[in-house]
């Protein structure tokens, strides 16, 4: 009698103690809800840094899609760790990674060059495919460097929209093309310029007083006046008319 | 657990510690809680040493070989972390802090606050009844009945020889009856 008195006061454990077990043991990343530049998104982080930025604001769909594609479990917790916090609110204010951790681990050699390289241009500025590739020193994958930034886990913070396609058009973006503009926009940068440039089969500017060409979006490009600017469609037109390639931007790095 | 199973797990963790945690925390959470909610004062408390128990787990087991794994009693392993937490609370009731808190919000537990209270009584009573016996026939009593341990495994998590353990459950059990007749 006293035995059986004694096994009904067995109870279950809180749902709390699982999650706090794994976030504390690493087997499991934390989350918080967070404002970013196209309204609500998720930031999942653990010891290493920031995993992942997901533009949404659906807890348990984001949940569910953490846990398959990084086969591990994510928890809400109640706020970002006080230094991913203070680079998170940087990161988002410069729109630059700058110091901000984030956690490399899992991805492959290749594409976290991708992904750094990527964190290397400046806002209001966008470079293509192509210049990515040559940049990491692969000039022929221009394909897989496409791949890597589309399966970029930390976007915004790390920039894969300013990553255009070739012929100068915005190009895929995982949230779709229409919120790679916005972001853009959000970023000062001019997106009706660029594709008119794109257009008309533009890849590259110059200036005629220093002979020097720059991807159009390159700052040094940008400070050039309407009168002075030349246009050009590739880098041996370029070459032909006797400019060299600007050394900020190096739209020309083969 | 059968012996079949205690070898299963054992060598699930020895060879992927990583994979095969987080389903030891599954099953046995509630064992321990309801374990360690019968030696501290608060259901708060209780629910601090579990966490710790899996936590210092998880690290210990990290430095073990797979041999010494293997051979564990973890049921009893793991009790002799807990019994320990339980020991130290009595001394230092402070909540350790966690690297990151979890937005205890979202975690709803789904019973009533009547559900609360009903529980809370009958958990006073058992906790003052339980209180009154020597903390060896205390700690035996709940790890026997409440947790539903072997007199092996309590022998492994309280250091103490099976012959003795088992003295402990019958003298403890005795006297509840006593006290409540």
Redesign the interface.
Known sequence: M??E???E?????????????????D?AD?Y?PHSGPTGAMFVSFN?RGVSSITLDDD?ADFEDRFEIQFGR?V?????L?PKLSRGLDKALATKRLGTLQIDWEGMSEFQQAVLRKTAEILPGEVRPYSWIAKEIGNPKAVRAVGTALARNPVPIVVPCHRVVRNDGHLGNYYYGTDVKRAVLEAEGMDVDTLEGLADRGIKLTGSDTTHIFCNPTCRDARRTTKRHTVEFRNESEARRAGYRPCQHCRPAVA | MTLDTVELVNSHIANDL?GA??DL??DM??????GV??MVPS?ADA?DI??ET??RA??ALGGYSSDRIRELNLPGWLWTIALNLCRNAARTRSRRP???????D??F?GRGPEAEVVEADENRR?SELLEGLPSAQRTA??LR????LTYQEISVATGRPQGTVKADVHRG?TK??EV?S
């Open positions: 006293i035995e008195n004694l096994a006061l067995a109870t279950e454990a809180p749902g709390t103690v699982l999650p706090q077990v794994l976030l504390e043991t087997l934390g918080v010891k807890a479990p928890f809400p917790v109640a706020e760790p | 990583d945690f987080p925390v599954r959470q509630h064992g321990i809680y309801s909610r019968r259901s629910e579990t966490q899996f936590i998880y690290r966690r690297t990151v808190e979890l937005d205890r979202a975690f537990t058992w009593v709940v009945h409440v947790v539903g059990i509840l009856q409540l």
